[in-house]
């Protein structure tokens, strides 16, 4: 076989694996409605409990923290990902899959695909939450598409650091602790919810250059419609080295626990 | 006749313990091997290497003429699998499972499902084709399981313990249609710790223990050879497990 072929037949294999997924989710729809509820909840929550107390200068609160919700919710849905793939391979599952004559790469590649979908699904309607208790996007719709993109962006190059530790774990449970475990202050610990200025002094430095930061940034300034360039390079960079790493790691540590 | 089967030699070490002490054993195209042997003996270690899941330590199989190390994609695109596992996506209906198979068989979308539907009916599943898969018995799921194994046409089958759990009822429509593919020409390599199993589909037995083949022949041989009247004390006396 060609390596064109074998190109085209890795990517076919991704949309089928990829549509296996969306058809799970639309067998328990009110997972998906579930898990959109929840980051909803969250603007909703966030913006009416901090709003008052927390002082983000020259900006209104709901300005500042939707983009920052967004990121956070993406990288907490991106974990879940380790969750999927430590399953399915807990199950034969992935074992009948790789007697298929099919690309190994694409069981991945398709979960990831999927989960970028969900991903695209979850923040439109926080955007539309976050209108609801009044975000303006200055920015435009066009910047703030770019915003949109940017995360979901962000959460696949996620989702592929998430699917090596979730290849990693040993069963469903020990892959979400894993993910907790290093999601949680890349959630926290960063420009999300409060300005990083606020932070105790040996915090800033690291909350100030953790890549949650570099996109939250990043989307902050394309939607209220500041300079994004930098920030947007920054975001991107992160994004890049993020998949650089994790791509290569799950496609070899999947063939090593799948032969 | 050309082997669908060969292998010669087969080793294979998990770290330091043998599994495997150099296995030869060969299925001649259109008939049926059955592996027999207890717990641990290198059944599941053996189908893993010829299904191309495993990397032998040393050694050398081909199936369907193709290297399982070197052409393990060939060796792939001419096998089916099914096993006591039942690999069947439990969130998809019974038609997706097959679908996704056969799409992922490189089957068109078109002939995927034209496929999905003669197996569906074939195996007694058309009613219900398009309820999960996690509904089913565990008969209905095994017939799927097998299904799925089908939908390329595969000359090459391997069964691994594939009515462990089934009452004898189920056990015998899948000893049915079994037979139905190797009359059709199917090759197939199956395992099991039934040994009135290997009696009624075999055309030859291999038992192997502690990770050698300790005997083989047709299952009246072993009987023979061993002087006992059932396979079953055959085995037994073949692998020490009593006298």
């Known amino acids: 076989m060609s390596t064109v072929d074998t190109l085209r037949w890795s990517v076919a294999d991704t949309f089928v694996l990829a549509g296996r997924s969306l058809r799970h989710w639309r067998r328990q729809p009110e997972l998906l409605l579930l898990s959109t509820a929840q980051p909803v909840l969250l ?3 966030f913006t009416q409990v901090f709003g008052g107390a927390v002082a983000t200068p020259g900006m209104r609160y709901v300005d500042w923290l939707v983009p920052g919700v967004l990121v956070q919710v993406v990288a907490w849905d991106s974990a879940k990902t380790a969750v999927g793939v430590a399953e399915d391979l807990a199950s034969s599952t992935i074992e009948r899959f790789r007697t298929l004559p099919m690309s190994a790469p694409a069981v991945l590649a398709g979960r990831t695909l999927a989960d970028a979908g969900r991903n695209l699904f979850v923040v439109l309607a926080m955007l539309a939450a976050g209108t609801l208790v009044g975000l303006r996007t200055p920015g435009g719709p066009l910047a703030t598409a770019g915003a949109v993109a940017l995360t979901v962006a962000f959460g696949y190059a996620l989702t592929w650091l998430f699917t090596y530790l979730g ?16 999601v949680f202050p890349l959630m926290f610990a960063s420009s999300a919810l409060v300005p990083v200025e606020t932070m105790p002094a040996w915090l800033r430095p690291l909350a100030a ?23 947007v390079a920054s975001a991107l960079a992160w994004t890049a080295a993020i998949l650089a790493l994790a791509v290569p790691l799950a496609v070899r540590r999947f063939r090593q626990v799948s032969t | 006749m050309r082997a669908a089967i060969r292998a010669e030699g087969l080793r294979k070490g998990y770290q330091g313990v043998a599994a495997l002490r150099g296995v030869d054993l060969e299925v001649p195209a259109g008939s049926v091997l059955a592996l027999l042997g207890p717990n641990g003996a290198g059944k599941s ?27 393990p994609r060939r060796v792939r695109a001419a096998i089916g ?20 198979f056969g799409r992922l068989h490189r089957l068109s979308r078109g002939a995927a499902a034209r496929r999905a539907g003669e197996l569906l009916d074939r195996f007694d599943l058309a009613g219900a084709a398009d309820r999960l ?55 197939v390599l199956l395992t099991t710790q039934y040994l009135e199993e290997a009696d009624r589909l075999a055309d030859r037995v291999v038992v192997v223990d502690h990770g050698r083949v300790v005997a083989e022949g047709t299952a009246e041989q072993l009987k023979h050879r ?12 073949l692998t020490g497990v009593a006298a």
């Open chain 2, 226 to 237: 061993t002087g006992r009247s059932s396979l079953d004390a055959a085995f037994l006396a």
């Open chain 1, 43 to 45: 603007v909703l929550l």
């Open chain 1, 167 to 182: 290849l990693r774990a040993r069963g469903g449970e020990a892959a979400l602790a894993a993910g907790i475990l290093v």
């Open chain 2, 133 to 187: 898969a996690r509904t089913y018995s565990g008969g209905m799921r095994r017939r799927l399981d097998l299904a799925a194994s089908l939908v390329a046409h595969a000359p090459v089958l391997f069964l691994d313990e594939p009515t462990t759990g089934l009452d004898p009822l189920r056990r015998e429509q899948l000893w049915t249609v079994v037979a139905e593919l190797v009359a059709a020409g199917t090759s």
């Open chain 2, 45 to 71: 270690t053996t189908v893993k290497i010829l299904t191309t899941l495993l990397a032998p330590d040393g050694g050398r199989a081909e199936v369907a003429g193709f290297d399982v190390v070197r052409q």
């Open chain 1, 209 to 231: 250059h953790q890549p949650l930061t570099a996109v939250i940034d990043a989307v902050r300034a394309l939607m209220r419609g500041e300079p994004a360039a930098g920030a």
């Open chain 2, 81 to 100: 699998v099914a096993g006591q596992y039942a690999a069947v996506d439990g969130r998809l209906t019974g038609r997706e499972n097959l679908v996704l």
